[in-house]
């Protein structure tokens, strides 16, 4: 499975099959108008984490991270996902922005290889 970490990509990208099962774990729908999924904002502090496996570790990402108040009215806030219908072509997963925020990345070129860490915000 190819994934990749990525600073210009805001959202999470994931295989179509799972984006449908956040749809369903969140109740979301789609908005034709803004051609995104959406919720109810006030739902926002109540929906369940992302949990990632990478490398034996797990990595929770909060739903304040994946579902995003973008102004969109009505009381509905962006979930913060999209499918990879790649077509065999690319990564099967994208983690930008939406898990970088909560997650830092390491990266050891000398060995190939990324980690993360808790990122630790103080505003």
Known sequence: MNVISDTGTSWLGAPNTVVSGIVKATKATFDWTNELYTVDCSTMQTQPDLVFTIGGTKYNVKSVE????????????????????????????????????????????????????NAHHSF
């Open 66 to 117: 994946y579902i995003l108040d973008l102004q969109l009215g009505g009381g509905k806030c962006a979930l913060a996902v999209f499918s990879m219908g790649n077509g065999g072509f690319g990564p099967s997963w994208i983690l930008g922005d939406t898990f970088i925020r909560q997650y830092c990345n390491i990266y050891d070129i000398g060995n190939a290889r990324i980690g993360f860490a």
